[in-house]
């Protein structure tokens, strides 16, 4: 499956397709998502620790990403030459996939309920165009990046279920 889909990206690299992918691949930074979020934390809903949890959220994910490269190990593919600079980290599992997943999903979950569908596709598409960026470029394994999305949300569903985000400091049973 990993090959194969590294083979597909491969047949389709174009140069007008090679920059955009480029330049798509940094919106699942770190240098992109964290002042992202930071910013989106200070203009959004809620006050106090609720507005801690998108930056501390993605920073959560990006922390949950580097050890389990350093656990796993795994090398970066190289059935092709990659088209990006090839980092020096290990493959397993997609930090770009799994930091912009677990941003997308925490945005989600923290804003306002209003207007959720449009908020949703363009999320979706956001995760689908850096995850295909990341194996456009070569320098990811499909499956470090599919397992990169479901970490991603896995672990911004469970940074939301925690109580502290949601205590506004006065005794609340419904809180």
Not at 131 to 141: E, K
Request: hydrophobic share 55%; aromatic share 10%; net charge positive.
């Amino acid at each position: 499956m990993d090959g194969a889909w590294l083979s597909l990206m491969h047949a389709w690299q174009h140069p007008l397709l090679t920059s955009a992918m480029s330049a798509v691949t940094w919106l699942g930074s770190l240098a992109v998502l964290l002042p992202l979020a930071a910013g989106l934390a200070w203009y959004g809903p809620g006050n106090g620790r609720q507005r801690l949890f998108l930056p501390l959220t993605v920073l959560g994910a990006a922390g949950l990403a580097q050890i389990l490269k350093w656990l796993i190990d795994r090398e970066r593919p190289d059935l092709f030459p990659a088209l990006a600079a090839m980092p020096a980290d290990a493959s397993f599992p997609s930090a770009h996939a799994m930091q912009v997943t677990a941003c997308v999903t925490a945005w989600l979950l923290w804003r306002e309920r209003t207007q959720q569908a449009g908020a949703l596709a363009i999320g979706i598409a956001l995760v689908g165009l850096v995850a295909v960026s990341r194996t456009y470029l070569q320098v990811h394994f499909l499956s470090d990046i599919l397992a990169g999305v479901v970490l991603g949300f896995l672990w911004s569903s469970l940074c939301y279920r925690l109580a502290f985000w949601r205590w506004s400091g006065r005794c609340d049973t419904n809180s």
